[in-house]
């Protein structure tokens, strides 16, 4: 079931019609993420807040977060957190080379 979901959410992401985030969105969105502590904890590492300050794709991610949902649903919660973390992890294997 969670392998399902994660399919939708992929295809929601690569079919959605709306623009990308812009800056102002992204920064709000990071605002308001430092209430989660999972992520004060992933920006307290410095190579992870520096992804999160520079890496275009990393950024991408966290301005397409709805923070309304996030405050209702920890299922939501939960998927972006985890979205999130691959993201980066990913990200991190990019900057390296491979």
Known sequence: MEVFLEFL??????????DPPDEQRIEANITALMAYSWFVELVEKPQYNKLVQENTS??????????KKMKRSPMYEERKEKKLKKE???QLIVTKGG
């Open 58 to 67: 990393v950024r991408y991610v966290i301005g397409k977060m709805k923070m």
């Open 9 to 18: 959410a992929l295809v929601g992401d690569l079919f959605w019609w709306g």
């Open 88 to 90: 980066i992890q990913k």
